[in-house]
């Protein structure tokens, strides 16, 4: 074999790729993440090959021996990638052979195709685990930020304009159900990830007895019951990267997600809401403006949003026109597959680290939470209670606030005869409805942000997120 010439090019051809080819298609320079991955599948595979009677016992032990010292040079920095070599499989199984003979039986009955799409499937097992643990963490930062304000008041919004007045725990606590939702598309995701699809060879599995639940089982791809998962034709498991398009569909719903909770966290701390503070620490200055303070980080959260949707499209684009099975396109889809993961898992840990850095501002949030007119449909269910069909209590109370603002005063600074002017029924218990003590107490549906009802979710969520590991 030529010296340097890659492994897939030994016999028929001449020599190695031109170096411009080589630069323009190796992709050694981001798959050399997928190293680990990799050497476990390769030692599982020469376990299965051993048992099959491909590798003697001293061959096995010496590409195991082989294959734990690439592993330490790679860890320690100190392992040469090769771009001439293409990818991380070829850089790893070259340098193998070079090391112990019996490397260049390890490639019997396997493909870089069903091996790249194995170091894949493992890689983004354990990502998907990793990124499962931390949304639970961003939940329980959200639920202790709620707990810690619990009786904090804001009116909700709805088009931007004030609503109904809800419990700051409650506008938290719907996003722990948003987050709840991405981990559970997560964990979904996993089951189809977790499909061992060695021994499906460059597309048409292979003429050797290859026991592929054996490496299933050494590599864990089994079910709940411990039974191997395989791929059941070997062209779809080749050419299948479902598993990734699904994951940047689950993370960018999650990205969503944070950058919509940035978006509220944006709102509240600028000076028309002032109903937080993000410390220092959390927060940039300007290099003109002295005064500022800037929420980069949940900007940066809403931004990096974009890019993750991105990933999902380019992802699908690339795999539309493809003919079966296994194209060389498939190649593009790593770098989007990891930018997702990395973007995804940071945004997560910032966003969790920042959350207990927020400050409520109570007085300014009273404030704004203790507008009357927020009690406006308090006012409409009232006489709904007399009687009245909703359509026309809401008539009145239109009626009312026009009263209010032409009088230019509050709803709830109308007396009684004011009221009564607008319609009679209206009783002396009118004004008790701008109570908002009781007005809280009163939103009992499952749900609804009532002061039991909020004390309620957030135990339920300390129980839940205790139950799944959360400290
Ligand atoms: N570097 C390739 C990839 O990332 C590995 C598989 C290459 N297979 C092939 N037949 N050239 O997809």
């Not at 995701?189 to 499906?200: A, D, I, K, T, Y």
């Not at 929420?295 to 380019?314: H, M, T």
């Not at 939103?443 to 300390?462: F, I, S, Y």
Request: proline share 4%; hydrophobic share 45%.
């Amino acid at each position: 074999m030529k010296k340097n010439s890659p492994v897939s090019r030994s016999g028929r051809f001449a020599g190695g790729p031109a170096a411009d080819v080589a630069r323009f298609t190796q992709s050694v320079s981001f798959d050399w993440r997928l190293w680990r991955q990799d050497i476990l599948g390769s030692m599982a595979h020469a376990t299965m090959l051993r048992k099959i009677g491909v590798l003697s016992r001293a061959e096995l032990s010496a590409v195991l021996r082989g294959l734990d010292s690439i592993a330490l040079e790679i860890r320690t920095g100190k392992f040469r990638w090769n771009p001439g070599l293409e990818d991380v499989h070829m850089n790893i199984e070259a340098e193998l052979t070079r090391r112990v003979p019996a490397g260049a039986k390890l490639h019997t009955g396997r493909s870089r195709n069903d091996q790249v799409a194995l170091d894949l499937r493992l890689w983004l097992r354990d990502e998907i685990l990793e990124l499962g643990r931390e949304v639970r963490l961003l939940q329980a930062a959200l639920a202790g930020l709620g707990q810690k304000n619990s009786s904090v008041l804001i009116p909700g919004y709805t088009h931007l304009q004030r609503a109904q007045p809800v419990y700051f725990a409650h506008h938290l606590l719907a996003y722990v159900e948003m987050f709840d939702r991405d981990h559970q598309r997560l964990e979904d995701c996993f089951l189809r990830v977790n499909v061992c699809p060695l021994g499906s060879g460059a597309i048409a599995g292979s003429t050797l007895p290859l026991n592929r639940g054996l490496v299933a089982e050494l590599l864990a791809f089994v079910d709940a019951k411990g039974s191997p998962k395989l791929s059941q034709n070997s062209m779809d498991a080749v050419s299948d990267r479902d598993f990734a398009v699904e994951f940047c569909a689950a993370a960018a719903l999650l990205a969503v997600h944070l950058s919509r909770l940035s978006e509220d966290l944006i709102l509240w701390a600028s000076s028309e809401f002032r109903f937080i503070k993000i410390a220092d620490a959390y927060t940039t200055g300007s290099s003109l403006m002295p005064q500022k303070k800037n929420p980069d980080i949940a900007e940066l959260a809403r931004g990096k949003s974009g890019r993750v949707i991105g990933n999902l499209v380019s992802l699908l684009v690339l795999l539309k026109g493809l003919p079966m099975t296994y194209n060389r396109d498939l190649q593009e889809d790593k770098e989007r597959l990891f930018d997702t993961a990395d973007t995804v898992r940071a945004t997560v840990r910032i966003i969790t680290a920042m959350l207990p850095h927020i400050h409520v501002q109570y007085a300014a949030c009273e404030a704004a939470a203790s507008d009357p007119a927020l009690l406006a449909t308090d006012l409409a269910d009232y006489l709904v209670r007399k009687g009245m069909p909703f359509r026309k209590a809401h008539h009145v109370v239109g009626l009312v606030v026009a009263v209010a603002e032409k009088k230019g005063r509050l709803l709830n600074q109308l007396t009684l005869a004011e009221l009564q002017s607008v319609d009679r029924s209206f009783g002396r218990d009118a004004p008790d409805i701008f109570d908002l003590g009781r007005a809280m107490a009163k939103r009992t549906l499952v749900g609804a942000p009532g002061t039991k009802e909020v004390r309620e979710q957030l135990a339920r969520w300390r129980r839940q997120l205790a139950l799944s590991g959360v400290p």
